[in-house]
């Protein structure tokens, strides 16, 4: 005969899923589909956010929140889309090296990227050279017109820290109104939506 499971095995679990709802909650922001299986690992897994940008190892689970910043899922990043928001990607790609030999071929890694989007190379490592800086600040400038207060989602790839750099760096800038999409083209192309092969906004270094 099956034992009846105890009260207090209710209990606890009752109180831990009032726990995880309560984080959820408590975020401050909406939360994609995988960051929301994350929550669901237990609080142990909670990345938290830096005090200022991550420097290293920017392929690493990320932070679900974003301070002056709001947090999108691909169901919001999709409605945002189809409005006309600009959407910036900040994927890194390796430039093309100086002093190639004459008649040497140069093949770029190949970029699929969400429709209409502008991609700003590079730009979401924890350090900038100022010209690169200046590259992202200049492209940010031009999706908004100039305007700080127009909205903006900036993203690259599922956890990655580039895209929560950039996002927090246009943030300090005075940008008020950034979604940060954590989940990028990986979330985008689950939901069976289409990419587009992509080149970079011409960088001033290269």
Not at 102 to 123: A, C, F, N
């Amino acid at each position: 005969m099956k034992r009846p499971t105890p009260k207090s095995a209710l209990a606890i679990t009752a109180s831990a899923l009032l726990l995880l709802a309560e984080v959820i909650a408590g975020a401050g922001a909406s939360l994609s589909p995988a960051h929301a299986a994350g929550a669901a690992e237990g609080a142990a897994t909670t990345v938290a956010e830096p005090d200022g940008y991550r420097m290293d190892e920017y392929r690493a689970p990320v932070p679900a929140t974003l301070q002056g910043g709001t947090v999108i899922d691909t169901a919001e990043a999709k409605r945002l889309h189809d409005e006309g928001v600009p959407f910036v990607d900040v994927l890194p790609r390796a430039p093309k090296p100086k002093g190639l030999p004459e008649g040497t071929v140069w093949r770029p890694k190949p970029r699929d990227d969400i429709p209409g989007s502008v991609w700003l190379v590079d730009t979401g490592y924890g350090k900038l050279a100022p010209v690169m800086e200046r590259y992202l600040f200049d492209g940010l400038a031009e999706v908004t017109g100039g305007d700080k207060t127009k909205p903006i989602v900036l993203y690259c790839q599922r956890d990655c820290w580039m895209s929560w750099n950039a996002a927090k760096r246009a943030i300090k800038d005075g940008y008020t109104a950034i979604h940060w999409y954590p989940d990028g083209t990986d979330g985008w192309a689950e939901a069976g939506y289409p990419l587009d092969r992509a080149e970079p906004k011409q960088r001033p270094d290269e």
